[in-house]
């Protein structure tokens, strides 16, 4: 096949997608303006230098905003807001305590009904919320049945992508690349049209995610138990009156029965002490310790120290934040992509003024042995990160509700009012009117955010907090950059290339190692992206080939979405890697041979269904 030759623009265009592919891959860069810059770069770049064909601009500027409009990014904010409505209400809170039960009386059974639950419930909803209300039951079922959590939450976590895989609204790729399918003209893929390849291969998954999984994981202990509680790192600071007052380092060590582990002692911001026997403890010192939530807590009282600093005049505790109110509790709040902490600091982010909460601790999720120095508050976040709180139930359960953080503390139980049943019900509406073929999803989702608005089911507040700014910039400069790759003829180049990279190869094992390419590439940058720009590449190859293009794009489909190996590779993955205590290493485990699994079995199971 005669190689095609790529013009300037479609060159430029090509590197700034590598460039955008890096950036997506850094995490100390936020999504969004990774994205925005990007998309900047690509608007002004055709804005300059206009594409022209025939002496006609080709490609305008003006075309790359058309992913605000798109309605496959309607759909996906919309399903966002509906999905908040379930999670809000506590719909799914009875099979919550059902799931429960099951795990006290027959766990290997419950394990596997779990997986299935959590697969086909992903099929019709966002998978994070489902994680997010199985982790907390997983743990204390694990626990009472002497079934290793470790070899359970990762499994599950997992199971829930494989559900997301299977109709058009499970994940936004799913979305989102039917959406960019239909805008090119090629086959409009019905909400459960994929179903059966899907049922075929996760099924096998779902097999060895129960069987064979739970068996390659080591046994980690529970974070969020309280037999074996996360250590954080935290600093005591020294109250005049208190007992460390004037007393030497051997004295304040014996006090805590020699379990109190003192890494440092900082006097003012550039003088550390000697930790010497007979150095004296002086008020304003800042002790640095390392220990579980309980632990400090008893620490702090028996040393008559505080985890907070109570000179401290930008984050007082006074009547908004009072630490001597009755039903005062401890929190574990998890820093994920999106969340308003991730890659901030508490005092950018005003979180004690906006949640009533003082920060006590941190887990660096990353680097656990590492110390944290300095003023907590000034400490930039990263996902992953666990920060330990302290203030009223009132207020974590605040925290909690607003949807915008994870707390992994599972003394709150997620809300339950007579709006379930509702939401449930609106819910069905969404979902049958789409699959009957009434109304497409983007208008069946969007009637179903003004049923439940209407209803009570979600507050405006809770649904413009359910939109993810991160999610919708990335892929409007995903979309951009295909239409870019498509109107420059780039795409087409790509295509070409990769067959005569595999000439002489059948259809399928093209078809194949197409799907492998996908798959390495969500593993390494947003599933998102990897589709959005996957999508036009696919059906020009399909073209190329002169075959069908249903099973190559389902290859884009199934490839972005299978992020099993990397904790970073979805967003649910680092919600579980933080609350199951695992290591990168355990998602590369589980993950590859999932990977392999899933990757042979579409690999056999798409040419014999379309008939490659």
């Keep these: 096949m005669q190689p095609i030759t790529p013009d300037a623009?479609?060159?430029?265009?090509?590197?700034?997608?590598?460039?955008?592919?890096?950036?997506?891959?850094?995490?100390?860069?936020?999504?969004?303006?990774?994205?925005?810059?990007?998309?900047?770069?690509?608007?002004?770049?055709?804005?300059?230098?206009?594409?022209?064909?025939?002496?006609?601009?080709a490609l305008s500027a003006i075309d790359f905003f058309a992913?605000?409009?798109?309605?496959?990014?309607?759909?996906?904010?919309?399903?966002?807001?509906?999905?908040?409505?379930?999670?809000?209400?506590?719909?799914?809170?009875?099979?919550?305590?059902?799931?429960?039960?099951?795990?006290?009386?027959?766990?290997?059974?419950?394990?596997?009904?779990?997986?299935?639950?959590?697969?086909?419930?992903?099929?019709?909803?966002?998978?994070?919320?489902?994680?997010?209300?199985?982790?907390?039951?997983?743990?204390?079922?694990?626990?009472?049945?002497?079934?290793?959590?470790?070899?359970?939450?990762?499994?599950?976590?997992?199971?829930?992508?494989?559900?997301?895989?299977?109709?058009?609204?499970?994940?936004?790729?799913?979305?989102?690349?039917?959406?960019?399918?239909?805008?090119?003209?090629?086959h409009e893929f019905s909400m459960f049209e994929w179903v059966l390849p899907v049922a075929i291969v996760g099924g096998v998954?779902?097999?060895?995610?129960?069987?064979?999984?739970?068996?390659?994981?080591?046994?980690?202990?529970?974070?969020?138990?309280?037999?074996?509680?996360?250590?954080?790192?935290?600093?005591?600071?020294?109250?005049?009156?208190?007992?460390?007052?004037?007393?030497?380092?051997?004295?304040?060590?014996?006090?805590?029965?020699?379990?109190?582990?003192?890494?440092?002692?900082?006097?003012?911001?550039?003088l550390f002490l000697a930790k010497l026997p007979s150095v004296k403890i002086l008020p304003g010192d800042r002790l640095f310790v390392k220990d579980s939530p309980e632990n400090l807590k008893h620490y702090e009282q028996l040393l008559g120290a505080t985890l907070f600093n109570i000179s401290d005049n930008e984050h007082p505790v006074d009547e908004e934040t009072p630490l001597t109110a009755e039903g005062q509790q401890i929190a574990e709040v998890v820093i994920t992509r999106g969340s308003p902490l991730h890659l901030r600091s508490l005092a950018a982010a005003r979180f004690t003024n906006s949640y009533g909460l003082l920060p006590l601790a941190l887990h660096r999720a990353r680097a656990p042995s590492s110390q944290v120095t300095g003023d907590l508050n000034l400490i930039r976040l990263r996902a992953g990160d666990v920060l330990l709180v302290q203030g009223s139930s009132e207020g974590i359960a605040?925290?909690?509700?607003?949807?915008?953080?994870?707390?992994?503390?599972?003394?709150?139980?997620?809300?339950?009012?007579?709006?379930?049943?509702?939401?449930?019900?609106?819910?069905?509406?969404?979902?049958?009117?789409?699959?009957?073929?009434?109304?497409?999803?983007?208008?069946?989702?969007?009637?179903?955010?003004?049923?439940?608005?209407?209803?009570?089911?979600l507050g405006w507040r809770d649904a413009v907090n359910a939109l993810s700014i991160p999610v919708v910039m990335i892929i409007v400069t995903a979309l951009a950059l295909g239409k870019a790759l498509m109107g420059t003829g780039m795409a087409d180049a790509i295509a070409v290339g990769f067959?005569?990279?595999?000439?002489?190869?059948?259809?399928?094992?093209?078809?194949?190692?197409?799907?492998?390419?996908?798959?390495?590439?969500?593993?390494?940058?947003?599933?998102?992206?990897?589709?959005?720009?996957?999508?036009?590449?696919?059906?020009?190859?399909?073209?190329?080939?002169?075959?069908?293009?249903?099973?190559?794009?389902?290859?884009?489909?199934?490839?972005?979405n299978m992020s099993f190996a990397t904790p970073y590779g979805y967003q649910t993955n680092l919600l579980v890697m933080s609350a199951g205590g695992y290591k990168f290493a355990d998602f590369l485990r589980v993950g590859i041979p999932l990977t392999l699994i899933m990757w042979i079995g579409f690999s056999l199971v798409l040419p014999m269904l379309y008939e490659l």
């Excluded at 992206?529 to 036009?536: D, F, L, Q, S, V």
């Design 205 to 270: 998954g779902l097999l060895y995610l129960w069987l064979i999984a739970p068996r390659l994981i080591p046994d980690r202990a529970p974070p969020m138990a309280d037999t074996s509680p996360r250590i954080f790192s935290a600093q005591l600071h020294v109250k005049e009156g208190g007992f460390a007052d004037g007393k030497s380092l051997s004295e304040v060590l014996a006090k805590a029965d020699g379990n109190l582990r003192i890494d440092k002692i900082q006097r003012t911001d550039s």
């Design 398 to 457: 605040n925290l909690k509700e607003s949807g915008t953080m994870l707390v992994l503390d599972g003394a709150t139980n997620l809300p339950q009012t007579h709006h379930a049943k509702r939401a449930l019900a609106v819910m069905g509406v969404v979902v049958l009117a789409a699959a009957l073929g009434i109304m497409p999803i983007s208008v069946s989702a969007l009637v179903g955010l003004g049923l439940m608005i209407a209803t009570g089911c």
């Design 67 to 186: 992913g605000f409009g798109n309605e496959a990014l309607v759909a996906i904010c919309v399903l966002m807001m509906v999905g908040k409505a379930l999670e809000t209400t506590g719909a799914l809170q009875p099979l919550a305590n059902v799931v429960g039960r099951a795990w006290s009386t027959r766990p290997v059974l419950a394990f596997v009904t779990t997986l299935v639950a959590g697969a086909i419930l992903s099929a019709f909803m966002n998978n994070t919320p489902i994680v997010v209300l199985l982790m907390p039951i997983l743990v204390g079922a694990s626990l009472r049945s002497k079934f290793p959590v470790s070899g359970v939450m990762l499994p599950m976590g997992l199971a829930t992508i494989i559900g997301g895989m299977s109709t058009t609204i499970g994940t936004s790729t799913n979305l989102l690349v039917v959406g960019i399918s239909r805008d090119m003209g090629m």
């Design 499 to 560: 067959v005569n990279l595999a000439y002489g190869l059948p259809a399928p094992m093209i078809l194949s190692a197409f799907l492998l390419l996908m798959t390495v590439m969500t593993n390494i940058v947003s599933n998102n992206a990897a589709a959005a720009i996957g999508t036009p590449i696919a059906i020009s190859i399909a073209q190329q080939l002169g075959v069908s293009s249903e099973p190559f794009i389902l290859a884009v489909l199934f490839g972005a």
């Design 9 to 57: 623009h479609g060159i430029a265009v090509l590197v700034l997608t590598v460039v955008a592919l890096f950036l997506f891959t850094r995490d100390s860069i936020p999504l969004e303006s990774s994205s925005l810059t990007i998309l900047i770069l690509l608007v002004a770049g055709f804005q300059l230098f206009p594409y022209t064909k025939d002496g006609e601009v």
